[in-house]
């Protein structure tokens, strides 16, 4: 019996519709073999089938086989919710000759997809399916095949796409229909989510289409389709959309379908894809709640990637000659293009010997890079394989740089395995390799392990990958290597390494737009990444620890929401970058997208439990793999079982009992282990992270939280009175209003900056501490009577010690350390802590620069309606009078950490009853001044808090040291020239 890899079913020996119900199957294919085997004999048989391609892989795939048929209908809808993809293959069939024969079904989906279910109808006896536990549904099916009934099985190929086949004996005239259900999680990589879908049905079709429903809560920011099925079909894909909301239909009628206008076949032979990404308001994710589970989306962007420091193990044994290492050479080369200066490599070259192009890391430089690119161009291989070896010496130069403080503590380090078979030389056990290695790697390294060829033992490769924070690949030494490396990227959740790919998808023109696969290695973002709960709100959550994060990608975690009063629910995320540790906090209505989903026709409803469902049992299916005992395996198993069974999932380890209505006919889908195990079979669900179990879920609220305070009694209720906010503050806010506080005096003193759009004035100078505070001022849309009004629109904060720059603008925060720069909107509660600064953002509130604990600045943020004529956002600026300056300091605030004396006299009605005017002197200027109210914003954003002071007209003249003018400064990170600074009074 042939190697099994395309699955089959065949129902034969139906004489006449009228006399018999009863089908008998014949199996082409066989079970999976028993683990209990000898080792040896097991190692030799993967060996073996590794090595093969049978010609059922080289067939030509059609989706409907048969002779003289009809199909009547072929129809593909697939609905998207949130990332999640529910898709249904439908076909309608009749055997038209004049003979019984064959018919056969096929499906291509997703390696990474489950199946849901099946059901057939033949001539009115209806098959449907049902998952159950692998040998329950064997035993089933072993009853109905001793008593004569029917049986059948179902296998998968080892391709990165799988086939469901299923072919059907049956007299003329029968009518069958066929019905397929699959579901995935959609995994997001170079920025964009992708749902291909193969069309390849193989003769002409009266009713043939295509659906491809998509709703994202959070609104889609990207959406196009592609196909390779020829320009003839380009016109034909049709696309709708609203912000949450798209559909994309393709329904060729027969004449469109022709190869040509009198032809008889078909055309459509291809895939058309559909690419689109969601819409992100902030660096904190994406929380949503539907039918008591949730799951968290975390996608950062606008953040500076994390150095590296990579080794490059390259395999250079004989059987590496040719065509493996000429693709090799070129893969390397598109690599090492990619290094920048800031990262740090070598590159291990091993046979049955190891050889280092450097015995330490160097920098990414031109000069190096060309130099390790000739290294690598002039090898010859020949020899053995030592894997073991090589692997320890990649490790030792690694944690040698790491001890002698060589590199970077955030930055990323990791070896990148090239081999394309078993080990023969030196350490040749594959399980003591594995020892080995996890023994000697550190917590914070990362292996990334890539297969060539069919001989590769994947699976050890892929398992000694994922117990070291890495995932695994595979290239087929048939395809081009540097072209699949350009074709398929890294992301979270996802293989990092060569691909495996189906052969029609070499040349989809999809695939020539990705960027290249090592920009995505070399993207990593965030490492250390946490996503947490607080107390007893959650439960069953998905791993929530990961490794790194790698830009482009997407880390997810899903839970069960516990029942509660309230009715939100909170997450809390932490993770280091290339220069800060970040918390950030987003919560959600947890009835909101419930309520949404009820109006949306085409969602899918259920989609955060399958989603949840699907992420546990990946999840847990790499665990099984790494399982230590026997007994942590069974009991791995067990979960993996109940949890396929309770979603109706089709996994490795359960199997679809197809049905008749009656129970005398039955079916068998089974799924069973791939010796080949395509990629990521049994990953984790994030870039390199740990399949570790999931934590302790607990997350107090943090003390930069603040909750949320009533505000003060207007005066207009209780009429005018004095009152103290705890720690009085100077401060600029609205149209520039500017309060300064002077304890001694205890009393405020404002005035206004009559100053021009576009100017930066200056607030704070101080050179002694290094900090310099600077607002940039907008006008408002229109101007108001004959004037215009002027506020600031962005606020700068430069620590020059630490070369550190926060721009605070009414759309976000951005955050400069030399040539790097990290983005955070206003629509996520967020802390930063880099180098003895901190900045802590309120969600659409207020945002806290702290500098060493000594100097605090808090930002405010105005929101208008956004179709006002003539209001704009602005910002509030809001320094405490406690904040300990040098002795230099200067600026239109800075100044008055030195408090002047300031006495009032003469105090007496003004123009207006409502204002006193006074006589203030200070600084040896009579100023006459009027008494009246100004606003502090902190508590109340939407009325504010009355201040009672004292305003200087002609903008502070007379208050401040010299004219306004000399505290516009040319940029934002500007200290005060000294000698344009008046002397302080």
Not at 126 to 149: C, D, H, I, P, W
Not at 673 to 702: F, H, I, N, T, W
Not at 849 to 859: K, L, P, W
Not at 920 to 946: A, C, F, I
């Given at each position: 019996?042939?190697?099994?890899?395309?699955?089959?079913?065949?129902l034969?020996?139906?004489a006449?519709?009228?006399?018999?119900?009863?089908?008998?199957?014949?199996?082409?294919?066989?079970?999976?073999?028993?683990?209990?085997?000898?080792?040896g004999?097991?190692?030799?048989?993967?060996?073996?089938?590794?090595?093969?391609?049978?010609?059922?892989?080289?067939?030509?795939?059609?989706?409907?086989?048969?002779?003289?048929?009809?199909?009547?209908?072929?129809?593909?809808?697939?609905?998207?919710?949130?990332?999640?993809?529910?898709?249904?293959?439908?076909?309608?069939?009749?055997?038209?000759?004049?003979?019984?024969?064959?018919?056969?079904?096929?499906?291509?989906?997703?390696?990474?997809?489950?199946?849901?279910?099946?059901?057939?109808?033949?001539?009115?006896?209806?098959?449907?399916?049902?998952?159950?536990?692998?040998?329950?549904?064997?035993?089933?099916?072993?009853?109905?095949r001793?008593?004569?009934?029917?049986?059948?099985?179902?296998?998968?190929?080892?391709?990165?796409?799988?086939?469901?086949?299923?072919?059907?004996?049956?007299?003329?005239?029968?009518?069958?229909?066929?019905?397929?259900?699959?579901?995935?999680?959609?995994q997001?990589?170079?920025?964009?989510?992708?749902?291909?879908?193969?069309?390849?049905?193989?003769?002409?079709?009266?009713?043939?289409?295509?659906?491809?429903?998509?709703?994202?809560?959070?609104?889609?920011?990207?959406?196009?389709?592609?196909?390779?099925?020829?320009?003839?079909?380009?016109n034909?894909?049709?696309?709708?959309?609203?912000?949450?909301?798209?559909?994309?239909?393709?329904?060729?009628?027969?004449?469109?379908?022709?190869?040509?206008?009198?032809?008889?076949?078909?055309?459509?032979?291809?895939?058309?894809?559909?690419?689109?990404?969601?819409?992100?308001?902030?660096?904190?994710?994406?929380?949503?709640?539907?039918?008591?589970?949730?799951?968290?989306?975390?996608?950062p962007?606008?953040?500076?990637?994390?150095?590296?420091?990579?080794?490059?193990?390259?395999d250079?044994?004989?059987?590496?000659w040719?065509?493996?290492?000429?693709?090799?050479?070129?893969?390397?080369?598109?690599?090492?293009?990619?290094?920048t200066?800031?990262?740090?490599?070598?590159?291990?070259?091993?046979?049955?010997?190891?050889?280092?192009?450097?015995e330490?890391?160097?920098?990414?430089?031109?000069?190096?890079?060309?130099?390790?690119?000739?290294?690598v161009?002039?090898?010859?291989?020949?020899?053995?394989?030592?894997?073991?070896?090589?692997?320890?010496?990649?490790?030792?130069?690694?944690l040698?740089?790491s001890?002698?403080?060589?590199?970077?503590?955030?930055?990323?380090?990791?070896?990148?395995?090239?081999?394309?078979?078993?080990?023969?030389?030196?350490?040749?056990?594959?399980?003591?390799?594995?020892?080995?290695?996890?023994?000697?790697?550190?917590d914070?390294?990362?292996?990334?392990?890539?297969?060539?060829?069919?001989?590769?033992?994947?699976?050890?490769?892929?398992r000694?990958?994922?117990?070291?924070?890495?995932?695994?690949?595979?290239?087929f030494?048939?395809?081009?290597?540097?072209?699949?490396?350009?074709?398929?990227?890294?992301?979270?959740?996802r293989?990092?390494?060569?691909?495996?790919?189906?052969?029609?998808s070499?040349?989809?023109?999809?695939?020539?737009?990705?960027?290249?696969?090592?920009?995505?290695v070399?993207?990593?973002?965030?490492?250390?990444?946490?996503?947490?709960?607080p107390?007893?709100?959650?439960?069953?959550?998905?791993?929530?620890?990961?490794?790194k994060?790698?830009?482009?990608?997407?880390?997810?975690?899903?839970?069960?929401?516990?029942?509660?009063?309230?009715?939100?629910?909170?997450?809390?995320?932490?993770?280091?970058?290339?220069?800060?540790?970040?918390t950030?906090?987003?919560?959600?209505?947890?009835?909101?997208?419930?309520?949404?989903?009820?109006?949306?026709?085409?969602?899918?409803?259920?989609?955060?439990?399958?989603?949840?469902?699907?992420?546990?049992?990946?999840?847990?299916?790499?665990?099984?793999?790494?399982?230590?005992?026997?007994?942590?395996?069974?009991?791995?198993?067990?979960?993996?079982?109940?949890?396929?069974?309770?979603?109706?999932?089709?996994?490795?380890?359960?199997a679809?009992?197809?049905?008749?209505?009656?129970?005398?006919?039955?079916?068998?889908?089974?799924?069973?282990?791939?010796?080949?195990?395509?990629?990521?079979?049994?990953?984790?669900m994030?870039?390199?992270?740990?399949?570790?179990?999931?934590?302790?879920?607990?997350?107090?609220?943090?003390?930069?939280?603040?909750t949320?305070?009533?505000?003060?009694?207007?005066?207009?209720?209780?009429?005018?009175?004095?009152?103290?906010?705890?720690g009085?503050?100077?401060?600029?806010?609205?149209?520039?209003h500017?309060?300064v506080?002077?304890?001694?005096?205890?009393?405020?003193?404002?005035?206004?900056i009559?100053?021009q759009?576009?100017?930066?004035?200056?607030l704070?100078?101080?050179?002694?501490?290094?900090?310099?505070?600077?607002?940039?001022?907008?006008?408002?849309?229109?101007?108001?009577?004959g004037?215009?009004?002027?506020?600031?629109?962005?606020?700068?904060?430069?620590?020059?010690?630490?070369?550190?720059?926060?721009?605070?603008?009414?759309?976000?925060?951005?955050?400069?350390?030399?040539?790097?720069?990290?983005t955070?909107?206003?629509?996520?509660?967020?802390d930063?802590?880099?180098?003895?600064?901190?900045?802590?953002?309120?969600?659409?509130?207020q945002?806290?620069?702290?500098?060493?604990?000594?100097?605090?600045?808090?930002?405010?943020?105005?929101?208008v309606?956004?179709?006002?004529?003539?209001?704009?956002?602005?910002?509030g600026?809001?320094?405490?009078?406690?904040?300990?300056?040098?002795?230099?300091?200067h600026?239109?605030?800075?100044?008055?950490?030195?408090?002047p004396?300031?006495?009032?006299?003469?105090?007496?009605?003004?123009?207006?009853?409502?204002?006193?005017?006074?006589?203030?002197?200070?600084?040896?200027?009579?100023?006459?001044?009027?008494?009246?109210?100004?606003?502090d914003?902190?508590?109340?954003?939407?009325?504010?808090?009355?201040?009672?002071?004292?305003?200087?007209?002609?903008?502070?003249?007379?208050?401040?040291?010299?004219?306004?003018?000399?505290?516009?400064v040319?940029?934002?990170?500007?200290?005060?020239?000294?000698?344009?600074?008046?002397?302080?009074?």
């Amino acid at each position: 019996m042939r190697p099994c890899f395309l699955l089959s079913l065949l129902l034969v020996g139906l004489a006449s519709l009228g006399k018999s119900r009863c089908f008998d199957f014949v199996i082409d294919g066989q079970w999976e073999e028993d683990e209990r085997q000898p080792p040896g004999l097991r190692e030799l048989r993967d060996r073996h089938k590794r090595a093969v391609l049978t010609s059922e892989e080289q067939e030509d795939f059609e989706a409907i086989r048969g002779d003289d048929i009809t199909v009547k209908s072929y129809k593909v809808e697939s609905r998207i919710t949130s990332r999640f993809a529910h898709t249904t293959v439908r076909s309608s069939v009749v055997n038209s000759g004049s003979k019984a024969q064959t018919i056969g079904f096929n499906v291509q989906i997703p390696k990474r997809a489950f199946i849901t279910n099946f059901t057939m109808n033949v001539n009115g006896i209806t098959f449907t399916g049902s998952v159950k536990e692998k040998t329950v549904a064997r035993n089933l099916y072993a009853q109905a095949r001793a008593k004569g009934k029917a049986a059948g099985i179902v296998r998968a190929n080892s391709q990165e796409m799988e086939t469901f086949k299923t072919e059907v004996h049956v007299p003329p005239g029968s009518n069958i229909e066929f019905e397929l259900h699959y579901q995935e999680m959609m995994q997001r990589r170079l920025g964009a989510y992708q749902h291909t879908l193969h069309l390849q049905p193989g003769r002409l079709v009266p009713h043939f289409q295509v659906d491809v429903y998509i709703y994202e809560p959070n609104g889609m920011a990207l959406l196009e389709t592609s196909n390779d099925l020829g320009h003839k079909f380009d016109n034909l894909v049709t696309m709708t959309q609203s912000p949450e909301k798209a559909h994309v239909v393709f329904k060729p009628n027969l004449q469109q379908q022709r190869k040509c206008d009198n032809c008889t076949q078909s055309a459509i032979d291809g895939t058309l894809t559909v690419k689109y990404d969601v819409k992100r308001d902030s660096n904190a994710g994406e929380l949503q709640v539907s039918d008591g589970h949730f799951v968290h989306f975390f996608a950062p962007s606008n953040m500076s990637p994390l150095p590296k420091n990579i080794v490059f193990v390259i395999d250079v044994s004989g059987s590496m000659w040719g065509v493996k290492m000429k693709q090799t050479v070129e893969a390397m080369r598109a690599i090492l293009d990619d290094l920048t200066v800031d990262d740090q490599f070598s590159v291990i070259d091993f046979n049955h010997n190891v050889r280092c192009w450097s015995e330490e890391l160097v920098p990414g430089s031109t000069i190096q890079i060309a130099d390790a690119k000739r290294y690598v161009e002039n090898i010859k291989p020949s020899g053995g394989t030592n894997i073991n070896e090589a692997l320890m010496k990649a490790i030792q130069m690694l944690l040698r740089a790491s001890s002698q403080g060589l590199v970077d503590p955030r930055s990323v380090s990791m070896i990148i395995l090239v081999s394309d078979g078993d080990p023969t030389v030196g350490e040749i056990k594959l399980s003591a390799i594995q020892k080995n290695v996890k023994k000697v790697m550190r917590d914070d390294f990362s292996l990334f392990s890539l297969g060539i060829g069919f001989d590769v033992d994947y699976d050890f490769l892929e398992r000694m990958a994922m117990e070291n924070r890495g995932t695994a690949q595979r290239i087929f030494a048939n395809h081009d290597a540097a072209e699949q490396l350009r074709v398929r990227g890294l992301g979270g959740r996802r293989c990092l390494g060569l691909s495996l790919l189906s052969p029609f998808s070499l040349f989809s023109p999809f695939w020539p737009f990705l960027q290249t696969f090592y920009r995505q290695v070399s993207n990593p973002l965030l490492r250390k990444i946490a996503v947490q709960f607080p107390e007893d709100s959650v439960s069953d959550v998905t791993q929530n620890h990961f490794d790194k994060y790698f830009g482009g990608s997407e880390l997810a975690v899903a839970g069960k929401v516990k029942p509660s009063d309230g009715n939100t629910l909170t997450a809390f995320t932490t993770a280091s970058g290339a220069l800060l540790d970040i918390t950030l906090e987003t919560e959600v209505d947890t009835s909101e997208l419930d309520r949404a989903l009820a109006k949306q026709q085409h969602s899918f409803t259920g989609f955060a439990r399958q989603m949840w469902a699907y992420m546990s049992i990946k999840q847990m299916m790499g665990e099984r793999t790494l399982a230590p005992t026997a007994s942590k395996k069974r009991k791995i198993t067990q979960r993996i079982l109940a949890l396929a069974m309770e979603h109706q999932f089709v996994t490795p380890l359960t199997a679809l009992l197809v049905e008749s209505e009656d129970s005398t006919e039955r079916l068998l889908a089974d799924s069973p282990k791939d010796p080949k195990q395509g990629c990521c079979s049994a990953s984790g669900m994030g870039g390199g992270s740990r399949l570790l179990p999931p934590v302790k879920v607990v997350y107090e609220r943090p003390p930069w939280v603040q909750t949320s305070t009533p505000a003060p009694p207007s005066h207009a209720i209780k009429g005018p009175e004095e009152w103290a906010l705890p720690g009085r503050v100077n401060l600029v806010d609205n149209d520039p209003h500017f309060i300064v506080h002077l304890p001694r005096s205890n009393m405020d003193v404002c005035f206004n900056i009559d100053s021009q759009p576009g100017h930066i004035l200056n607030l704070v100078s101080d050179r002694g501490a290094g900090v310099a505070v600077n607002g940039r001022l907008i006008s408002g849309k229109e101007p108001v009577n004959g004037r215009d009004k002027t506020y600031f629109g962005l606020i700068s904060v430069h620590y020059r010690p630490a070369g550190i720059a926060v721009a605070v603008g009414t759309e976000g925060v951005d955050l400069t350390h030399g040539v790097n720069k990290d983005t955070f909107t206003w629509a996520a509660t967020a802390d930063i802590v880099q180098d003895g600064v901190r900045i802590s953002i309120v969600k659409d509130s207020q945002v806290t620069v702290s500098i060493g604990g000594q100097i605090q600045v808090m930002v405010l943020l105005h929101r208008v309606w956004k179709k006002h004529p003539v209001n704009v956002d602005f910002l509030g600026v809001y320094l405490p009078n406690d904040n300990q300056y040098s002795p230099r300091v200067h600026g239109l605030i800075g100044q008055f950490s030195r408090e002047p004396q300031v006495t009032i006299s003469n105090i007496h009605d003004g123009a207006d009853p409502l204002k006193m005017e006074a006589t203030m002197e200070v600084k040896g200027n009579k100023l006459q001044v009027t008494r009246g109210w100004q606003k502090d914003y902190r508590r109340d954003k939407r009325r504010g808090s009355d201040v009672y002071c004292w305003f200087v007209h002609n903008s502070g003249k007379g208050f401040i040291d010299g004219h306004f003018g000399s505290y516009i400064v040319p940029d934002l990170a500007a200290f005060l020239p000294l000698e344009e600074r008046s002397p302080p009074q």
